[in-house]
C-alpha cells in the first residue's frame, strides 16, 4: 500500500503561482510513476502531468504545458506540482496518484494508477 496525502492547495488571483506537495509513505517511493489528475465540478477527472520513477521523463496535458511542471525528489518521498499563471479554469480539486507498470512505465490515464491522494482544491478567482 502507498498512502499519499496531498498539500498546497488554495484560493489565488488569475496570473498567480501556487505549488502543490505530495507526500507518500509505504512501499518504496521511487518504484512508481506520480502523476496529477484534476476534477472540476461536474466534468470528469482529467490528467495534468505525469513523472516517471527516475524524475528524468516528464509528461503534461496540452492545456498546462508551459505553465505547470511536475517534479519528485525520491530522498523525501514527495511530488511536486509547481503551477504558473493560473486561469480559472484551472479551477478544481488536484490529485496525486502513484501507478506504472512493466508495459506502461509512466501512465497518462487514470486506470495506470494504482494509489490516490485525497485531494486538494486550488481556485482561480478572476
Known amino acids: 500500500q502507498v498512502q499519499l496525502v496531498e498539500s498546497g492547495g488554495g484560493l489565488v488571483q488569475a496570473g498567480g503561482s501556487l505549488r502543490l506537495s505530495c507526500a507518500a509513505t509505504g512501499r518504496i517511493f521511487s518504484n512508481y510513476a506520480m502523476g496529477w489528475f484534476r476534477q472540476a465540478p461536474g466534468k470528469e477527472r482529467e490528467f495534468v502531468a505525469a513523472?516517471?520513477?527516475?524524475?528524468?521523463?516528464?509528461y503534461y496535458a496540452d492545456s498546462v504545458k508551459g505553465r505547470f511542471t511536475i517534479s519528485r525528489d525520491n530522498a523525501k518521498n514527495t511530488v511536486y506540482l509547481q503551477m504558473n499563471s493560473l486561469k480559472p479554469e484551472d479551477t478544481a480539486v488536484y490529485y496525486c496518484?502513484?501507478?506504472?507498470?512493466?508495459?506502461?512505465?509512466?501512465?497518462?490515464?487514470?486506470?495506470?494508477?494504482?494509489?490516490w491522494g485525497q485531494g486538494t482544491q486550488v481556485t482561480v478567482s478572476s
Open positions: 513523472i516517471s520513477r527516475s524524475g528524468g521523463s516528464t
Open positions: 496518484a502513484a501507478g506504472g507498470s512493466k508495459l506502461l512505465a509512466t501512465p497518462t490515464t487514470a486506470p495506470g494508477y494504482n494509489y
